[in-house]
């Protein structure tokens, strides 16, 4: 298909054939969330589950993708399945308008290759991970703050969240909000986290699986510690 054809090269035939088969579930369609659902939609990632109970607010519109002055009350999900079916009809987006938590979370999350985390709070950021290696699925976190990011890989039983907040609950007092978030820190931490989606479902590239990429925007520091 024409509108895949800049994929190749980077990505072959074959698996361009694995990613419309692939099954991707991104909790979260805010900052994160936008732009990973976006990136995902473009390569030609055959099926998306997008999950969010949020609506828009007019804060949202200095780095939320979908976010736009006539959509202000809307909800988040809903607003990105609609862009999204223009961006790319012939993959399918399935918009779940609710908030993820642990009564929901594994009917919610199972049945995916590969789950994203594009989410802002610990608490939810755990049972995702607990989660996710009951199902014996992957997934991708990503965190922003002000000019910072991080994005890690994380396989069932790597538990790479306990090392990352040793302190769990106690870190989640709003790291956005104090930080600030600027409009360029979400899509390059999305495209990141997209890029090991990716290398996870065409099982190719080096991944950052039990190591944690580290951006400092604000001085061009990009460092990769091994956990």
Excluded: W
């Amino acid at each position: 298909m024409k509108r895949y054809l800049r994929n190749m090269e980077a990505i072959t035939a074959e698996e361009m054939e694995l990613l419309k088969k692939s099954r991707v579930c991104v909790v979260g369609c805010g900052g994160l969330g936008g732009y990973i659902i976006e990136m995902l939609a473009r390569v030609g990632v055959g099926y998306i589950k997008a999950i969010d109970g949020d609506v828009f607010d007019e804060t949202n519109l200095n780095r939320q993708l979908v976010s736009h002055s006539q959509n202000i009350g809307k909800s988040k999900v809903v607003e990105t399945k609609r862009r999204i079916e223009l961006v790319n009809p012939y993959i399918c987006i399935e918009a779940i308008d609710t908030m993820l938590d642990k009564s929901n979370v594994l009917s919610l999350l199972k049945d995916h290759d590969v789950i994203v985390d594009a989410l802002d709070n610990f608490k939810t950021r755990k049972i995702i991970q607990d989660s996710s290696k009951k199902l014996n699925i992957p997934m991708i976190h990503g965190a922003i703050g002000g000019f910072y990011g991080q994005v890690t890989t994380i396989f069932p039983n790597d538990n790479t969240l306990d090392f990352l907040y040793p302190e769990g609950n106690k870190v989640d007092k709003g790291i956005e909000k104090e930080l600030g978030n600027p409009s360029f820190t979400p899509p390059l931490i999305a495209a990141i986290q997209v890029a090991e989606v990716i290398k996870v479902l065409i099982k190719r590239g080096e991944l950052l699986r039990k190591k944690v990429l580290l951006i400092d925007l604000l001085n061009n520091s990009y460092d990769i510690i091994e956990l």
